[in-house]
């Protein structure tokens, strides 16, 4: 239990945030929904209770995949937080499909309009304040994943934006969720007014079938990225910028294998480097123990396998072939 309590402190705390945010603005919604019956009501509250769920198991995937390697699992438990996402997006598709039901329905037998018109907006109003709130947390999340440390304000926006592929796959998550979440917010309420105020009666309709799709999206894009996860991945990225700062090293050959996996939100480098073999076991080692602690400072990587063999006078690594391996 003790050990279960250490591992939930280290799980990924946007994520918890935002599960927390999200089931008060589930609730919010639903009981409007309840009172109101209205449908665009009905597909944000089943986007709020898929992004609730997700992003609580988000949080604990991303803290039991902290967990130290045992005997009986050597690797470790990196990859738990891509599993458990795996899991998460059977929940959202489901509530995806129920909106794009719903909205369907509407769409067909559209109801009368301009009923709860203001408690709707209103509803709809603070959940996008709050979803905007979590959005800008996870965008700073972002920012921190990417080793950024002096970026504020507006700029945030414009910094997650452009790298949010490289940010971990738990602040990934959220982000997307989120973001996709504020907009649905949005999108809903210029269809309760559209509905309301002009003869478009199916507007609500088309909107939560919008956001169904949108939901499918982010369906998508986390399977896709956790399944590979799952496969271990590696990262090219971080394999070009490795590979170049070793082989400026003046007591390297060659590098004759570098692959750098991503298991879960860790980087594991495995790397055999050629030397001249008349150089001295000690100075090798010397020269591998500075390379392997510079490879350690890079962001996200926790383990290095470095192996060395004498040049065998095939160049196998090409710094100016980023694909080079």
Do not use: C
């Not at 996402?85 to 959202?92: D, K």
């Not at 649905?184 to 003869?199: E, F, K, N, V």
């Not at 400026?248 to 996996?261: A, G, S």
Request: net charge negative.
């Amino acid at each position: 239990m003790n050990e279960l309590l250490v591992l939930l402190k280290k799980g990924n705390r946007p994520a918890l945030w935002a599960a927390i945010i999200n089931a008060t603005i589930a609730l919010i919604k639903g009981i409007a929904y309840f009172i109101t019956g209205n449908v665009a009501m009905f597909a944000e509250t089943m986007h709020s209770i898929g992004d609730m769920a997700n992003q609580f198991f988000v949080f604990i995937g991303s803290a039991l995949s902290k967990k130290a390697p045992t005997d009986k699992f050597p690797n470790g438990f990196a990859r738990l937080v891509n599993l458990v996402l795996l899991g998460a997006v059977i929940i959202v598709g489901i509530l995806a499909y129920e909106t794009i039901k719903e909205g369907i329905h509407h769409i067909l037998h559209p109801p009368e309009s301009g009923e709860w018109l203001w408690l709707n907006l209103m509803v709809l109003g603070i959940a996008a304040i709050l979803e905007s709130f979590v959005l800008y947390k996870a965008m700073k999340e972002v920012v921190a994943d990417i080793g950024e440390k002096n970026v504020k304000g507006l700029a945030v926006i414009k910094v997650s934006l452009k790298n949010i592929g490289s940010a971990k796959p738990a602040t990934k998550l959220v982000f997307l969720e989120d973001m996709v979440a504020t907009a649905g917010a949005l999108i809903a309420m210029i269809s309760i007014l559209i509905a309301t105020y002009t003869p478009f009666h199916t507007a609500e309709g088309y909107a939560s079938v919008l956001i169904g799709l949108m939901l499918f999206y982010v369906v998508g894009r986390i399977f896709l990225d956790n399944a590979k996860g799952v496969l271990g991945v590696a990262d090219e990225e971080m394999e070009e910028k490795i590979g170049q700062f070793v082989f400026e090293d003046p007591h390297v050959r060659d590098i004759q294998k570098l692959m750098v996996i991503k298991e879960g939100e860790e980087l594991h480098v495995e790397l055999k480097i050629e030397f001249d073999p008349d150089m001295s076991i000690e100075k090798i080692d010397d020269v591998l123990d500075g390379i392997e602690k510079k490879i350690l400072s890079q962001r996200g990587v926790t383990e290095v396998i470095i192996e060395s063999d004498k040049d065998d006078h095939k160049q196998s690594w090409d710094p100016k072939d980023k694909s080079a391996d």
